[in-house]
């Protein structure tokens, strides 16, 4: 517990059970949230209507970091996104449609008329946003994410990856299609445009890169590509606000087009190769004639970034949306504009069904609608009028631009023809806000919906709601002066918690196994890095050694019961790998740097050793090894106050961080006995409550062996028993250059604990 100055460093931690928190009463029951029970101790979200468990992530990276994602899911499986579609596509028969959306995942539905949709099948390969996915020869599916690789799979399998490539060297942000053709253009970061060929077999992908031929160029951003039916022709439109032509067979550029004052967020381009819509930044779409190389239309109906277009075979009737929610079907013979529906969130992609009469809508919910598309004629208060009298030939370009007016210019509130879809694929709300507590084990969420709940980082688990919420009021009021180091990075990028691991820093942080409720010695130390690796890798290293358990008790659970430590006994263990849980993913980069991902369970047949698992993880998981962190010890002074009390034999000493002062006061009252003459004491409990009717207190004061009252201080503060040597350092001392110095005296009759103001995010 306690070393003289000189003393040996502290070995490797055995693996750990997590400390509970403070005094807080918000905290209270936290502690047992790593034992027994299923995912079924999961918090209810949205109101109470869903029932969610956690599902997890572990992603390995080249630069030997890994990243841990809390999945929260339907306890029949994971089925619904956690974050904005990106993306979705139509099959050609309509009964089917697949969503790709920001966590990572594309999902596939059964949407035939006449049923209700339902969930079919979970794409999971890749590891950051899913930006685009098309449909080939209507069974292969090709997506686009920002793990800069384009991943092939059968469409209409469980989720089988047929192929992975890493063509681009940035985020793949957008793709397109000649389904007959079997070819498929994507375009991306660092403005690169590539085209696939996917005629002969998938297995045998081809890609040509067509732009830029001078990679040391900056040339912007792709933000949008779009393919003629043929495959002759491909546009990009980038971030410097023009749109490039390129002819695929001869691989260069034809043309480019000028016009747009912001980034190209949306392409399309007619069955002929001869018309053109963009979709921009500067809140206009155009038309543009491709032979002539000119712009014949610009129509300026939204209020903020068009993001997305569908089109007639003719090109006559336009639909478009954006980042101001609505979606507006424009006649381009006539130039009106009519607002069909509004969404709650900015809509990222629309898809129609084969006969034309509904559109699927993807937004930055995770929630995807249908709506249907009326045939009827608008009413006055949907319809837009053109600003002047032109009209438009059909069949013959015209050079001019109409301006379709907004409705500030109209000076009337517009009235969606639509008002509720006709169908919905509910998701789950992203989380939009986080912040790690005091303890480095739990984090305060927030999510899209405004629901704040907390998470234990080491297992997974939402162990409390708190309903819709102020976020920070809350985090202020669950402050508690802990003082823990910080072990992981952490982001809600995808919608979900990840927490990175890298090392060393992953091992900074150590807990006593009693402080969080495990039947363990009372100075044994549990590490948090060391127990979560060790916990979800725990099936592959198993399979690897079937020897890795081998000094387990015969009743010890392998599915998560428990946990052997250094010593061969069993202690509480993280709970990630429980065959009651949602499968966890893991996923790494292999040497030549390709994100791949795996089901925790299908690891040992999936990972190879040597190119996908990082030497550092190898030597935690499977050799039990971590290096030393000096973060784990520190070094104070145990001095008298005044000359109430003498000093001790060895005043400098050496003990964990997390030691607390309760066990520091028992230290000292042993020293004190063993003194030449013994000085008979008692330190009664002080802590931030009232200890007038502290058992321990009162027992003691009712002792009839005569003994002083000590008090435990630090620059005139009386220290609390429940606060550790790492708190006072960091609260009380605030000199992190200079060893502690703690003081003893004979108690007071009054007392000073420290004030300490709530620190967050």
Not at 628 to 651: A, V
Request: net charge neutral; charged share 25%.
């Amino acid at each position: 517990m306690l070393d003289g100055d000189g003393a040996e460093g502290i070995g490797a931690a055995p693996l750990g059970v997590l400390r509970r928190g403070g005094r807080n009463a918000e905290m209270a029951g936290l502690a047992g949230s790593f034992r027994g029970g299923s995912g079924r101790e999961a918090a209810c979200f949205a109101g109470g209507v869903a029932l969610w468990v956690c599902d997890s992530r572990v992603l390995s990276r080249a630069g030997g970091c890994v990243r841990v994602a809390e999945w929260r899911a339907p306890r029949c499986g994971v089925v619904q996104h956690c974050s904005g579609v990106q993306s979705l596509v139509v099959s050609a028969t309509g009964e089917h449609l697949f969503t790709a959306s920001r966590d990572s995942t594309v999902k596939r539905w059964n949407v035939s008329e006449g049923q209700k949709p339902r969930f079919e099948a979970s794409f999971d390969g890749h590891c950051e946003w899913v930006n685009d996915v098309v449909l080939v020869q209507d069974n292969i599916l090709v997506t686009g994410a920002s793990d800069k690789t384009l991943r092939v799979w059968d469409a209409y399998s469980s989720g089988q990856q047929m192929l992975s490539s890493q063509c681009h060297t940035d985020y793949v942000i957008s793709l397109a299609a000649a389904p007959s053709e079997g070819l498929v253009a994507s375009a991306g970061l660092r403005a690169e445009v590539c085209v696939w060929d996917l005629k002969q077999s998938p297995e045998m992908m081809t890609s040509v890169k067509l732009f830029p031929h001078d990679t040391n160029k900056e040339k912007g951003s792709m933000y949008a590509v779009a393919l003629s039916a043929t495959g002759k022709l491909v546009a990009a439109g980038s971030s410097d606000d023009i749109t490039r032509i390129f002819d695929v067979r001869e691989g260069k550029k034809v043309m480019k087009l000028k016009g747009h004052t912001g980034n190209i967020r949306a392409l399309l381009i007619n069955a002929e190769g001869t018309r053109l819509l963009s979709g921009s930044s500067d809140h206009t779409f155009k038309l543009w004639d491709l032979g002539l190389q000119r712009c014949v239309q610009t129509c300026s109906v939204h209020t903020d970034s068009v993001w997305s277009l569908l089109a007639s075979e003719n090109f006559n009737v336009v639909l478009s949306g954006g980042r101001d929610k609505c979606v507006y079907r424009t006649n381009m013979l006539n130039r009106t504009s009519e607002l069909l529906f509004t969404e709650e969130y900015p809509i990222t992609k629309m898809a129609a069904s084969p006969s034309g009469g509904s559109i699927w809508v993807a937004s930055a919910s995770s929630s995807v609608n249908k709506w249907d598309i009326p045939v009827k004629l608008p009413t006055d208060s949907s319809l837009w009028n053109a600003a002047d009298g032109n009209k438009a030939v059909p069949g013959r370009p015209h050079l001019f631009t109409s301006s379709l007016r907004r409705p500030s210019e109209a000076n009337k509130v517009l009235e969606p023809l639509q008002c509720r879809p006709a169908a919905t694929l509910s998701g789950i709300p992203a989380i939009v806000d986080r912040a790690v507590l005091r303890d480095q084990r739990h984090m305060l969420l927030k999510d899209q919906k405004g629901e704040v709940t907390i998470l234990d980082v080491t297992s997974g688990r939402i162990v409390r709601n708190f309903g819709v919420v102020d976020f920070k009021a809350k985090e202020v009021e669950l402050f508690e002066p802990n003082c823990v180091p910080k072990w992981f990075d952490h982001d809600n990028r995808l919608g979900m918690v990840t927490v990175t691991l890298e090392t060393p820093k992953c091992f900074a942080a150590e807990v006593y196994a009693r402080d969080f409720g495990a039947d363990a010695p009372e100075d044994r130390r549990m590490n948090y890095g060391d127990g979560m690796l060790r916990s979800v890798l725990a099936p592959w290293a198993f399979h690897r050694n079937p020897k890795y358990l081998e000094r387990a008790p015969e009743e010890l659970d392998l599915w998560g019961k428990g946990w052997v430590d250094g010593e061969g006994k069993t202690v509480q263990s993280f709970r990630f790998w429980e065959r009651s849980k949602p499968l966890v993913w893991v996923s790494s980069t292999n040497t030549e740097g390709e994100p791949w991902k795996a089901s925790i369970h299908d690891l040992p047949k999936k990972v190879n050793d040597r190119e996908d698992i990082p030497e550092w993880v190898a030597e935690c998981v499977l050799r039990l090894r971590i290096p030393m962190q000096k973060s784990w010890k520190c070094s104070f002074h145990l001095l008298p106050l005044d000359d109430s009390l003498p000093p001790l034999n060895q005043s400098r000493l050496t003990a964990p961080r997390i030691l607390q002062i309760r066990k520091v006061s028992q230290y000292l009252k042993q020293k004190l006995l063993e003194l030449n003459p013994p000085v008979n004491v008692e330190i009664p409990p002080v802590d931030y409550c009232d200890v007038s009717n502290d058992p321990y207190y009162t027992e003691k004061r009712d002792n009839d062996e005569p003994f002083q009252e000590v008090t435990l201080m630090c620059k005139g503060y009386t220290l609390p028993f429940s606060m550790s040597v790492g708190s006072v350092i960091e609260y009380v001392w605030r000199e992190p250059d200079e060893d502690l110095d703690i003081m003893y005296c004979v108690r007071r009759e009054s007392i000073r604990l420290p004030e300490i103001a709530p620190q967050v995010s």
